[in-house]
């Protein structure tokens, strides 16, 4: 499954149309969703974004059929899922809820195998997808495999629930705020973990959010919803930020869109500097002597896996022998997909003015962005006139 | 007493055998009768007031009286022992399992429902494994109950170590009455002691490790 061919890879995304789609709940006097029509293409991701009550969870509860639609079709992949089997249907869709609604009484591997179990794989194969599923979501599988929900830190769980989600290779994918209820620097980490994942998978993946930024960063297309589930307005990023249909888009996306350009800026699209390496279990001696030499004062420290583990100032160095090993989590690093604004988060907590950028599934080291990059970058970009166009619209004035 | 005892020790040995048996025996019937009660009832919203009633009233009944009720029904013997005994084991039983599966947070269910699980599968594997401490909690509490009714269920000439207090109540003044009296009651304590303590394991090995507390 590694293998990906130029027309659509193995167990990829799948259209998803919603054709007219009500749902009235009884007793309410306007549908919460009303007459929502809306195509994704296979292998896109489509971010609902809209204001507390809009319908957005309905909406995406109705792709799975957890809530029946009033009214109107959805097709996947041309074919009408309202008269299928709900069970089934539910079994070829993803579905990750914040927080990642684990089971408590199962373990990592009972919870990640509920789907393949419930479509009848057999244990080795199942065994292998859950070991196969945890390397890619970046959790060791001999450390969390048997462990319990409540064993687990926050974001981990929230891990596991992404795990879950793509336990049978579902060709749809539904999230509901899938990192609502994580702190800032870990949601990053999983956002950039799920656009490696989705970079690979092509799947079609609808996710609600209620932050705009996430919306920007993971969103192949972004849908703005207003109350009643009607379309604000339904594009790509780039052309939503550019020129926002009206007011309500316009504030929605708030007064800083020209930093947010920011969050549609990868990391890996800047030149990368290369400062001074060292092996964990060098010699400090010879370090300092070669760092020294290339007139430099701090050095970037590698694992065997070519890992950062550190950057630190010479002088903090010399206390050592030997290039001690650090394990502590570093929260100055960031993916080359990560978005720009990530790593001006990241830079703020650097002593350096830079962040350590990795890159591939394994998280090798690429080399030290550097805070005057991106303050260069951003200048040369308030030049460019073409590239951020006037927006009328209040929110702009603003910034 | 010493004497008394190792006189009737077989007789001893084989009542408190009845005694158990007749309690655990109700006590499953009991357990299996409750817990569908309890699924059924947490599954239509509105029977949960109608449960929590019942079982609270239940309790009040006289256990005298309810033995009064059923013999001229179905007779004296073991049955009307194991009605009376299951009648009331069931009661904490079904309050604990009605209050455990509504703990059961809707928002797992239905992420287990969003994954594909069945209605079957969703209680089974999820609900009743959840819900399983607290109603384990209330078999603990019958069994200590269901002990206590056992022996007034003796009067109905149920066996068990009943029995032995009745013949000593009948008896105040006789040689061996207090005897009666204190053997039965002994016993009945002890066995109350070992059935706890075998049903503390009974729920460590049959409770996910991933909620136990
Ligand atoms: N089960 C229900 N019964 C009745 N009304 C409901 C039900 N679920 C949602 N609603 C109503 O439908 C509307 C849309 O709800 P929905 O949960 O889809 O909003 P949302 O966009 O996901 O909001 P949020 O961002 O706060 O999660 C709301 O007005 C809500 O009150
Ligand atoms: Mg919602």
């Not at chain 1, 293998?3 to 007793?27: C, F, H, I, N």
């Not at chain 1, 319990?148 to 974001?155: K, M, T």
């Not at chain 1, 290369?274 to 050095?299: F, K, L, M, N």
């Not at chain 2, 699924?39 to 109608?50: A, F, H, K, Q």
Request: hydrophobic residues 45%.
């Amino acid at each position: 499954m590694n293998q990906t061919t130029a027309t659509a890879p193995d167990g990829s995304g799948a259209q998803l149309e919603l054709v007219d789609v009500v749902k009235k709940y009884p007793g309410q006097s306007r549908p919460a969703v009303d007459g929502l029509s809306l195509t994704v293409p296979a292998g896109q991701t489509v971010m609902f974004v809209g204001p507390s009550g809009c319908g957005k969870t309905t909406s995406l509860k109705m792709i799975n059929r957890l809530i029946e639609p009033t009214s109107g079709q959805i097709l996947i992949d041309g074919e009408d899922i309202t008269g299928q089997d709900a069970t089934q249907l539910r079994r070829s869709i993803g579905y990750v809820i914040q927080g990642g609604g684990l089971l408590p009484h199962m373990s990592v591997a009972e919870n990640i195998g509920l789907v393949p179990g419930l479509l009848g794989w057999d244990k080795a194969r199942t065994k292998g997808r859950v070991e196969e599923l945890l390397e890619m979501v970046g959790l060791d599988p001999a450390v969390y495999r048997d462990r319990f929900p409540r064993e687990l830190s926050g974001g981990q769980q929230q891990r596991v629930g992404v795990a879950r989600g793509l336990a049978a290779d579902p060709p749809v994918i539904l999230m509901d705020e899938p990192f609502g209820a994580v702190d800032p620097i870990t949601r990053q980490r999983l956002q950039d973990e799920l656009m490696s994942i989705q970079e690979e998978l092509q799947k079609t993946i609808v996710c609600v959010t209620h932050d705009i930024d996430e919306a920007i960063k993971l969103g192949d297309q972004i849908l703005i919803l207003r109350e009643g589930a009607e379309i604000a307005q339904y594009g790509a990023p780039e052309e939503i930020l550019a020129a926002p249909a009206d007011d309500f888009v316009a504030d929605f996306i708030g007064s800083g869109s020209k930093l947010k350009q920011l969050s549609l800026l990868r990391v890996g699209d800047l030149p990368l500097s290369q400062p001074q390496t060292c092996r964990v279990g060098e010699s400090v001696d010879e370090v300092v002597r070669r760092v020294e030499a290339a007139g430099e004062r701090s050095v970037v420290i590698l694992d065997a896996q070519n890992r950062p583990k550190e950057y630190l100032f010479l002088r903090s160095l010399k206390r050592h022998q030997t290039v001690p090993v650090f394990s502590h989590e570093l929260q100055t690093v960031v993916d080359q997909r990560s978005t720009l604004s990530d790593a001006l988060d990241a830079m703020l907590v650097s002593s350096h003015g830079g962040a350590m950028v990795t890159g591939g599934s394994r998280g090798d080291y690429l080399g030290v962005i550097s805070y005057d990059t991106v303050t260069e970058h951003i200048r040369t970009l308030q030049t460019q006139t073409g590239q951020i166009r006037a927006v009328p619209s209040a929110g702009w004035e603003a910034s | 007493m010493i004497e008394f005892i190792d006189a009737r020790w077989a007789d001893i040995l084989f009542r408190s055998y009845q005694h158990s048996s007749l309690v655990i025996q109700s006590l499953l019937l009991a357990t299996v009768i409750a817990v569908a009660l309890a699924v059924l009832v947490t599954s239509c919203r509105r029977l949960t007031p109608v449960a929590n009633a019942v079982s609270a009233v239940g309790l009040t009944i006289p256990s005298f009286a309810l033995l009064g009720l059923l013999l001229p029904i179905v007779g004296i013997g073991t049955v009307p022992s194991v009605i009376v005994v299951s009648f009331y084991a069931a009661l904490p039983v079904l309050r604990n399992a009605v209050v455990g599966l509504q703990g059961v947070e809707a928002s797992l269910i239905e992420s287990a429902r969003g994954q594909g699980m069945s209605g079957a599968a969703v209680l089974w594997r999820v609900r009743l494994p959840l819900a399983w401490p607290v109603i384990m909690t209330g078999i603990r509490v019958s069994a200590q109950m269901a002990m206590g009714v056992a022996a007034i269920a003796a009067y109905a000439l149920g066996p068990g170590l009943g029995t032995y207090i009745f013949t000593g109540l009948t008896q105040v003044g006789g040689a061996n009455a207090l005897n009666y009296a204190l053997v039965g009651t002994l016993g009945i304590i002890i066995l109350a002691l070992i059935l706890d303590a075998l049903l503390v394991l009974l729920s460590r090995f049959t409770t996910s490790k991933g909620i136990r507390a």
